[in-house]
């Protein structure tokens, strides 16, 4: 049956035809529609099916916008360099300008999805192999869900034939009529958990702490890397469905390319741009969380008041007002930080909200803020320069800016840690501490340890 939905898509393809031979190469179609209301882990789970090793998923920490992408329809890579960012952006703004959209829902769609790699300059390995320094892909087919409101948005391209745009549509209606959300079973068993020399990494706590003692630089991030083995292949739904269950006030991220996933749940966002507000935050600082209401509230208490989480947490609150006041006005935090609490750890926590003039974009406010002194350190270029020489792993993707952009220079990045890379029966779980002056390399190590809980339990490692 035809229905007045394909004479709209049909309508869309004519009118990218014709704008087609005017430009001399093809243009996309990005065609967005209301729907009733479709829940996004239903369709996360029947995007496997149609789309293999081809779906993301993205929510807020209060849930009211998600988004679920299944297919690629087309990916926007860049070179491991600086301008990095920038040339995601412009390429992008470049793809849609030329392309035909329905003018109902802008607002909606088209948007890439994507992320960068942490340091570029650093040397790679074989584990992030599929992961490019720079990697965004625009949807085949996307659920968004704002406020409860749902949309779906088909991408195609218009010398595309008439039989592949019926192949979407009914592929599209067979998401929509996937069936409910299936919660499995997950219990696949894990052989073993390879920690990746953990007395070398404490002892590059030691040479940090010492040049930072000669007044090279005030704080470094260092990083460490779990390795964890299972008896069964991981199902990245089920690990999905704990981190929305387990992990209620983070951000989740999905990330599926082939046979690889890099997923997590983070508190952290980097920057967010709606229109000429910015919006970040400061998150540095961390501990524990009690077993009674007293015991987390005494855990909370002295983080307010510990002088090394403290000065940690300062460092990343200057730094980011610094680098907003560049390209911004009105630039605003509290004068105190307050606690944020999640299920394994509660951490120091500063909102920071700028307004900005329009010719500011996206690209401008990620390369100013990555990496902010939570995830690299301070002064920013030496601490770059002493994370390369000391720490042995490659980061890839963990703790690098992830998120999406919109047609109109909006979008939204987080900073991806609380992560793991799934590689079909083995997974890489990262964790990372500040290491200031007064670091203690047993203490930081016990952090790292609270910091891999959401993923380890995530996977099934974590019996509580």
């Known amino acids: 049956m035809i229905t007045k939905q394909y004479h709209h898509i049909v309508g869309l393809w ?119 320094d720079a990697l965004f892909v625009l949807p085949t087919i996307m659920l968004t869900s704002i406020d409860n409101v749902t949309y779906l948005t088909i991408n195609y391209w218009s010398d595309c034939e008439e039989s592949h745009l019926q192949e979407l549509m009914r592929i599209k209606e067979e998401l929509i009529e996937g069936g409910s959300s299936i919660r499995h079973a997950y219990a696949p068993g894990i052989v073993k958990c390879l ?24 704080k470094v991030v260092l990083a460490r890397e779990l390795r964890v083995l299972f008896h069964d ?38 920057v967010k741009k709606a229109g000429n507000e910015v919006h970040s935050m400061c998150l540095a600082g961390s501990t524990g969380r009690g077993a009674t209401l007293q015991e987390d509230e005494k855990l909370g208490k002295c983080l307010l008041t510990d002088k090394k989480n403290i ?18 006005h009105d630039v605003t935090t509290p004068n105190e930080p307050n606690l944020y609490k999640m299920k394994h750890i509660q951490h120091l926590h500063t909102p920071v909200m700028a307004s900005t003039d329009k010719e500011v974009s996206l690209a401008d406010l990620v390369n100013l803020l990555h990496p902010t002194p939570a995830l690299g350190g301070y002064p920013r270029e030496i601490s ?23 047609a109109q220079n909006n979008g939204e990045f987080i900073v991806a840690i609380r992560s793991g890379l799934l590689q079909g029966k083995e997974a890489s779980l990262f964790a990372g ?11 930081e190590y016990r952090e790292t340890q609270m910091k891999f809980r959401p993923m380890l339990s995530a996977l099934g490692g974590i019996k509580e």
């Open 14 to 132: 004519e009118e990218a035809k014709v704008k087609a031979a005017s430009i001399n190469h093809p243009v996309l179609i990005s065609y967005t529609k209301k729907v009733d209301q479709l829940h996004p882990m239903q369709f996360f789970q029947a995007g496997a099916h149609y789309f293999p090793g081809q779906r993301f998923y993205w929510s807020n920490p209060s849930k009211n916008h998600v988004m679920v992408g299944a297919g690629v329809t087309k990916e926007f890579t860049a070179g491991g360099n600086e301008e990095r960012f920038h040339q995601i952006e412009e390429e992008w703004k470049r793809f849609t300008e030329q392309s035909v959209k329905n003018q109902d829902t802008q607002h909606i769609g088209p948007v890439i999805y994507g992320g960068f790699s942490f340091d570029p300059k650093k040397e790679k390995t074989k584990l992030w192999k599929n992961f490019a």
């Open 195 to 218: 920690e990746m020399d953990p007395n070398d990494w404490k002892d590059s706590i030691q040479t940090v702490t010492n040049r930072i003692s000669d007044g090279i630089m005030d």
């Open 233 to 270: 292949e991981i199902n990245v739904d089920s690990v999905l469905e704990n981190l929305l269950e387990e992990q209620t006030n983070s951000y989740l991220f999905t990330v599926e390319r082939g046979t690889d996933c890099f997923i997590g749940a983070t508190p952290e966002q980097l």
């Open 311 to 328: 000065h940690e947490h300062e460092l990343v609150v200057q730094m980011i007002k610094s680098a907003l006041q560049e390209v911004c």
């Open 384 to 406: 770059m320069e002493t994370i390369r020489e000391v720490e042995k792993l490659d980061r890839g993707w963990y703790a690098g800016p992830l998120g999406w952009m919109d």
């Open 433 to 443: 501490c500040g290491i200031v002056g007064d670091s203690d390399p047993e203490s």
